[in-house]
């Protein structure tokens, strides 16, 4: 029985969601939610014009790192340089599980692996495998994630993509070989 079936007046259905992970790889993920549909969505960066700049070695970054413009630099939205994981060093993964909550929203729950979240950390020199995430609602970026759960409030009526990164101290995106690393999941919300 899940927890969140606990208040009669609450019908919860079973939902699968589905999580973008580090190279565009699609992961099923399990939840619960009450009249939610849920879309696979497309893969972080994709777009169809994409500006690429040469990578170059970044005061601070660990050796072997360079960092280059986001490919959704070009689009106009709200992002930061990437830094590539060097060669040899172990590569973060992220999947993203929505549970919604008894009383409001949903909980969003980052399941990381060979990553630690470091907001002592933020603005500071970059270290292997540390840093933060970055949150995107349909889009826009509305703030930084520092640990591995986060509530979601209030989503507006219709679909709902839900984009996390994991950055750097510095906030450079994590990217492995070209690829941010990032998850995504597209929810939809009734009128």
Known sequence: ???????????????VLLAMGVAGGIYPVSATATNVSVYPARKVGESSQVAHRQPQPRE???EGASTQESP????????HDTLEIPMGQPVPSLQLVVHPDAKQGWNLELQVSNFRFAPELINQANQPNMGHGHLYINGEKQGRVYGPWLHLPHLPSGQ????????????EALTHQGQPIAATIVIEVPE
Do not use: C, E, K
């Open 60 to 62: 601070g970054s660990p």
């Open 72 to 79: 959704d630099a070009a689009q106009g939205h709200h992002h």
């Open 1 to 15: 029985m899940s927890r969140f079936s606990r208040h009669p007046a609450l019908s919860y259905a079973p939902i």
């Open 160 to 171: 709902n993509t839900i984009t996390v990164s994991l950055n750097a101290n510095g906030h």
